[in-house]
């Protein structure tokens, strides 16, 4: 098949950690770009800290608005154990930008399933190319909101897409509230130099 | 004008408001719920969150009659609460363009059934479109109102969480078509369906099917892709998408009008292919009108009838399951924690589940975010059918074992959506029950939308807002109580009065939602 020559994204996290915004932004700099974009997320139960899954699918003509398994290329989670989730949809070797953060899901603080252990490493055994970051501390250092965590992964991971850096910029510009928009644009310069 | 990224919700708002949309009414619900407020900076079209499905359709019926083009918006389960008028609707016919949003939840994502709307179209005998992405959620919607003038019908737009939860590019006129409003004229033969009037329209109906049917037979919407081997694909809606993505040399037919069936031209399309696949997500729709007009196509296993599609479900349903993923191993982990949905912290839900589930009483419920005080470790509610049930629910029990320590709980917004009527029976009947409505201030399940207990319309203006304690003293409830619900020992005592009262208790535990000064301050 020739179907192939997508760029499939995969951006999970918890409700309430900015994903879809991550989303949207991305898709909109897609379409600057001059791709078409799908964009699919399932939200709706999501702001209460449900696991958050949405599918970025970039190329000169996409179908099918969710991701088939083994195609994605890279991947932005927020959380730890949300990487391991979502590991079925990655291509062999695929690119993840992983938020060094645990967040305990109900089933875990309950002692009824257990939290996997160095999911770092588990990822990079797999053989996948890790980069791993402390999204929190960095923004904390840096002197900027926690809330921009999405926006310092999209720069991180930014390299990889075949996205110019312009649109990524324009794209926040038109994505994030106007009071934000200068500190958001420094966040993402800040991931994409890493 | 250049291209735009829509969901598919924004597209059907932004599709109706072009085709001149004068009324737009519904109920929240996902995955439709983000349609009404992408027609909030558009004060040309006169908007509303109705109390529930039925009110809305009922609503937009009126404007309808009046000449007003009006779209109607829901989830799948709201149009069973707007059932009612939409099976008469069907007969009187509209005047100005009625449009219906069935938003199914293939995958129960946020539902409490997957039930598939497209029987609903049958059912009422209307015609059905059905989009496969952002593009034609906005062109369908606007050929939705033409096709529902043109033959004065309701249409019913069938979308799905993908379509409307899916930003894909949109390009648009960016012009809205203006259209006069005639206003209302008497016709009671038309509007007023006694059995003299309803039987001629009946008659009515069915010839406007035939005739819908050789609408659908020379509509664009539904043609043919194609392809370079005997084997034929017919598909509809999003699950088109998939099959574009399977494919690889099967003739396509892309059905954009699902029902009445293209039936002539799908005909021609299967005469000379060896094999022709039907690709359609949850029930065999399509699968059982086409073998009832006698047309051969291969069954689907019924494995497919549950949940949504992908493009490795479509591959197995075409026979290519071992092409799925020429040779890559998608990397698995084992026993990876749920991570279910919980109430926020701070909600006030959980207070008052604490309080039911120390006190051990049988809690009948609904739906709403509290329902998530079924899961550990509150585990407190006991049952939940669709929204208002609970009410009822705890009559029933009533009338079995009396000495039971019963309660319904049921949101504000579900209350007014359908629970106040219920709450009537139950002192009519003297089913001595005690209710609580959780009070939170907004619908949080869906987002927040405002209702008739608030003070607040869709477009955030003023409004009068129920006054529930005056209205159970208005109903005769025998014990009515507002009480804090952080306040656990308030509720408790209240609980302790109501078992002694004999007759009916109505408790409001109002505590506003977390997210509700939230919202409030991120819209500023
Ligand atoms: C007939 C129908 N319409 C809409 C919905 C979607 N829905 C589920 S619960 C709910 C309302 C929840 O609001 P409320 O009762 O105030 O409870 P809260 O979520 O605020 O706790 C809605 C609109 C549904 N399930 N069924
Ligand atoms: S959104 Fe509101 S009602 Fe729902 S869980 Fe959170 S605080 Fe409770």
Redesign the interface.
């Known amino acids: 098949m020739t179907k192939n020559e997508n760029t499939d994204i995969v951006i999970c996290g918890v409700g309430g950690q900015g994903v879809i915004l991550a989303s949207k932004v991305l898709a909109t700099a897609a379409l600057l770009q001059g791709f078409d974009v799908k964009a699919s997320e399932v939200h709706g139960m999501a702001q209460r800290g449900g696991s958050v899954l949405s599918q970025v699918r970039i190329g000169k003509e996409i179908f099918s608005p969710t991701i088939p398994l083994c195609k994605a290329s890279t991947c932005l989670s927020f959380e730890e154990l949300e990487a391991l989730r979502y590991l079925p949809y990655l291509k062999e070797k695929a690119m993840i930008v992983v938020n060094n953060k645990r967040i305990d899901p109900l089933l875990v603080e309950l002692k009824q399933a257990k939290y996997p252990e160095n999911v770092i490493d588990l990822l990079k055994e797999k053989g996948f190319n890790v980069s791993s970051i402390n999204g929190e501390e960095t923004l904390k250092e840096k002197g900027f909101p926690l809330k921009a965590l999405n926006i310092l992964l999209l720069g991180v991971a930014s390299k990889t897409i075949p996205i110019a850096e312009e649109f990524f910029l324009t794209a926040i510009e038109k994505s994030v509230p106007l009071k934000t928009v200068e500190i958001n644009k420094e966040v993402f310069m800040l991931g994409r130099s890493f | 004008m250049a291209?735009?990224?829509f969901s598919g919700n924004e597209a059907i708002a932004f599709g109706a408001y072009e085709a001149g949309v004068h009324v737009a009414t519904g109920y929240p619900g996902?995955?439709s719920s983000e349609i009404m407020p992408a027609l909030i900076p558009y004060p040309e079209v006169n908007i509303e969150w109705s109390v529930n499905e039925k009110v809305a359709l009922e609503v937009a019926i009126g404007s309808s009659y009046s000449g007003a083009r009006s779209l109607v918006t829901m989830k799948h389960v709201g149009v069973n609460v707007a059932a009612d008028p939409l099976m008469t609707l069907s007969y009187t016919g509209v005047k100005g363009g009625l449009v219906i949003i069935s938003a199914d939840d293939p995958n129960c994502?946020?539902s409490q059934n997957e039930q598939d709307n497209r029987h609903f179209a049958r059912f009422a005998k209307i015609p059905i479109l059905e989009p496969s992405?952002s593009q034609e959620a906005f062109d369908f919607t606007k050929e939705a109102f033409s096709l529902s003038e043109k033959y004065k019908t309701p249409v019913m737009l069938r979308v799905t969480?993908?379509v409307c939860?899916?930003?894909?590019?949109v390009s648009s006129e960016g012009k809205r078509q203006e259209i006069k409003i005639e206003g209302f004229t008497k016709d009671p033969s038309c509007y007023v369906m006694i059995p003299a009037h309803a039987r001629k329209k009946h008659v009515v109906i069915e010839k406007r099917l035939l005739d819908l049917q050789k609408e659908s037979d020379a509509s664009s919407l539904n043609y043919v892709e194609k392809g370079e081997r005997s084997v034929g694909i017919i598909t509809s809606g999003?699950s088109y998408?998939?099959v574009?993505?399977a494919a690889?040399g099967e003739w396509i037919f892309k059905l954009g009008m699902s029902y009445p069936l293209p039936i002539n031209k799908i005909r021609e399309f299967t005469k000379n292919l060896e094999k022709v696949y039907v690709v359609e997500e949850l029930d065999p729709f399509l699968e059982k009108e086409l073998i009832y007009n006698g047309i051969k196509v291969e069954k689907r296993d019924k494995k497919f009838y549950l949940g949504e599609l992908?493009?490795?479900r479509v591959m197995e349903i075409l026979g290519k399951k071992d092409a799925?993923?020429?040779g890559?191993?998608?990397?698995?982990?084992k026993?990876?924690?749920?991570?279910?949905?919980?109430?926020?912290p701070g909600c006030a839900h959980r207070s008052v589940f604490q309080v039911l589930r120390d006190m051990n009483y049988i809690v009948t419920g609904d739906i709403g975010?509290y329902t998530?005080g079924t899961?550990?470790?509150l585990s407190a509610l006991d049952t939940c059918v669709c929204m208002g049930a609970g009410i009822g629910n705890a009559q029933g029990i009533y009338k079995t074992k009396k000495d039971e320590r019963l309660v319904a709980v049921i949101g504000d917004s579900t209350f007014v959506h359908s629970g106040i009527t219920s709450l009537i029976n139950a002192v009519y009947n003297k089913n001595k029950i005690t209710v609580i409505i959780l009070d939170n201030r907004t619908t949080a399940m869906t987002?927040g939308q405002p209702h008739p207990g608030i003070d607040q319309t869709v477009r955030g203006e003023k409004t009068k807002a129920l006054d529930f304690e005056e209205l159970g003293r208005a109903l005769k409830v025998d014990y009515v109580k507002t009480v804090d619900a952080y306040q656990k020992a308030e509720l408790q005592e209240s609980l302790e009065i109501a078992e002694k009262t004999d007759g009916v208790s109505l408790i409001i535990a109002k505590r506003d939602c977390v997210?509700l000064k939230k919202r409030e301050t991120s819209k500023e």
Request: net charge neutral.
């Open positions: 291209k735009q990224l996902t995955p994502n946020s992405n969480t993908r939860h899916t930003k894909t590019p999003l998408q998939y574009k993505e690889d992908n493009t490795e799925v993923l020429e890559d191993k998608p990397e698995k982990i026993d990876i924690p749920l991570r279910l949905p919980v109430l926020c975010c998530l899961l550990p470790p987002g997210l």
